[in-house]
Every structure is written in structure tokens, then in C-alpha cells.
């Protein structure tokens, strides 16, 4: 599979996953793995679902405008970068962000996420 179709099956995957069964997204990280959501870094993967369940809102459904991705290191990491818009129910506006995703290669053939950074992107 090439690396564009990897990287696009995965952010289906997780945005799918955290628009509509948000609690379960901790398998995708590990206890090195580290999130900065808006400034503010949390790591390990407990600690992460944590903060990803404690969002303000419940629902909310993601609108992927662009993926990009680059091989990292030799280990055979791969490096995503998402665009998008975020709609919360009842907010009339959208809500720009982008999202980088570390991805590593796990021994049993899958990937973790090891870091993760999200922004909104304010006009």
C-alpha cells in the first residue's frame, strides 16, 4: 500500500473513530506518545483519552479539506498534517483546525501515534 492511500485510510479511520465513538481512540497511542491540543500537552495514552473525553462537546462531525504525509526517519514513521473544518451541534460557524500526526510502526505491522498536535486555525 503506498503511503498516500495509508495516510488517508488513517485519517478516516481516526476522525470517524473520534467523531462517533470518541472513547475508544486510546488504543491508537501508547504511554510515550504525547498530545498537544491547543498549547497544552498531555502524554501517555490514559492521559490523552482523558483529555480527548473531557472536550466541551460530545459530538461533532470532521470535514477533511487536505491530507499530507512524509516518510519519518528510517524506522518507517510516516508524518500527517491535516486540514480541515470541525462542526459543533448548534454552532452555525465552522470551525477551522490542523492536525499533525506522528505515526510509528508497531513489531505486530500496525502504527501508534506517538505525537499528535492540534490547533484551530483562527481567521
Known amino acids: 500500500m503506498d503511503l498516500d492511500t495509508l495516510s488517508r485510510m488513517f485519517v478516516e ?22 498530545l498537544t491540543f491547543e498549547g497544552n500537552k498531555t502524554q501517555g495514552a490514559e492521559a490523552i483519552s482523558d483529555k480527548l473525553n473531557a472536550l466541551g462537546f460530545q459530538q461533532c462531525k470532521h470535514n477533511i479539506s487536505t491530507v499530507d504525509c512524509q516518510l519519518s526517519g528510517p524506522s518507517g514513521g510516516v508524518i500527517v ?6 462542526q459543533l451541534p448548534d454552532e452555525e460557524h465552522l470551525l477551522k483546525f490542523s492536525q499533525m500526526f506522528h ?14 498536535m492540534f490547533r484551530l486555525n483562527y481567521a
Open 13 to 34: 479511520h481516526y476522525y470517524n473513530t473520534f467523531d462517533t465513538s470518541r472513547e475508544t481512540l486510546a488504543v491508537w497511542y501508547q504511554e510515550q506518545s504525547m
Open 81 to 86: 498534517f491535516v486540514t480541515g473544518n470541525l
Open 103 to 116: 505515526l510509528i510502526p508497531t513489531l505486530e505491522g500496525s502504527f501508534y501515534i506517538f505525537n499528535d
